[in-house]
T-cell receptor, first 115, second 115 residues
Framework: AQSVTQPDIHITVSEGASLELRCNYS??????LFWYVQSPGQGLQLLLK??????LVQGIKGFEAEFKRSQSSFNLRKPSVHWSDAAEYFC?????????????FGRGTSLIVHP | DVKVTQSSRYLVKRTGEKVFLECVQD?????MFWYRQDPGLGLRLIYF???????EKGDIPEGYSVSREKKERFSLILESASTNQTSMYLC??????????????FGAGTRLSVL
């Protein structure tokens, strides 16, 4: 079965600083990978996804992520963080489990942005 | 835009009550999901529905049931609410067909408190 690890429960950055949120997955084949963001009091919104091809993917709001098969990682990055980026970030892997494709989510990383 | 609507943002119920959480999507998606979100635990899948009248247990189905009589509506039922079911509940939907490649669309969530 697949699994996702987000090692950092909380990350604190200053506004304007760069950001990297870590995500490691476990799956025997090529996974489908997602990053979602959850603003306070809201549901989850897709930031970006990786299915195949170019391992560096661009998403909304200036985010990007890089798939590294050798490290089983899919880290999320942003060169300059804005105060509005403060939110909960979830990495997910979509892989076949039995007869279904059921996404598995990490436990989330809470991003705190200092002015 | 896809819209997933959860009927209540906040609910307060008493222990032992039967509770219905409703979710409606407007994009004719075959698949619908109910998740429970707790701090530090991320999203955990309660139930998944492939299509009308079809359902599959997720990781934590105990104490819950679901109903999918119409394609657009997926209901989560707490047969006898308990305090340990106090949580945020998220509904999601997605197109079937290409399996895990398809993106999930989430509702804003229902925060349930069981007293």
């Amino acid at each position: 079965a697949q699994s996702v690890t987000q090692p950092d429960i909380h990350i604190t950055v200053s506004e304007g600083a760069s950001l990297e949120l870590r995500c490691n997955y476990s799956y025997g084949a090529t996974p489908y990978l997602f990053w979602y963001v959850q603003s306070p009091g809201q549901g989850l919104q897709l930031l970006l996804k990786y299915f195949s091809g170019d391992t560096l993917v661009q998403g909304i709001k200036g985010f990007e992520a890089e798939f590294k098969r050798s490290q089983s990682s899919f880290n999320l990055r942003k060169p300059s963080v804005h105060w509005s980026d403060a939110a909960e970030y979830f990495c997910a892997v979509g892989a076949r489990a039995g007869g279904s494709y059921i996404p598995t989510f990490g436990r989330g990383t809470s991003l705190i942005v200092h002015p | 835009d896809v819209k997933v609507t959860q009927s209540s943002r906040y609910l307060v119920k008493r222990t032992g009550e039967k509770v219905f959480l409703e979710c409606v999507q407007d994009m004719d998606h075959e698949n619908m999901f109910w998740y429970r979100q707790d701090p530090g635990l991320g999203l955990r899948l309660i139930y998944f529905s492939y299509d009308v009248k079809m359902k599959e247990k997720g990781d934590i189905p105990e104490g819950y049931s679901v109903s999918r009589e119409k394609k657009e509506r997926f209901s989560l039922i707490l047969e006898s609410a308990s305090t340990n079911q106090t949580s945020m509940y998220l509904c999601a939907s997605r197109i079937a067909g290409a399996g895990a490649r398809n993106i999930q669309y989430f509702g804003a969530g229902t925060r349930l408190s069981v007293l």
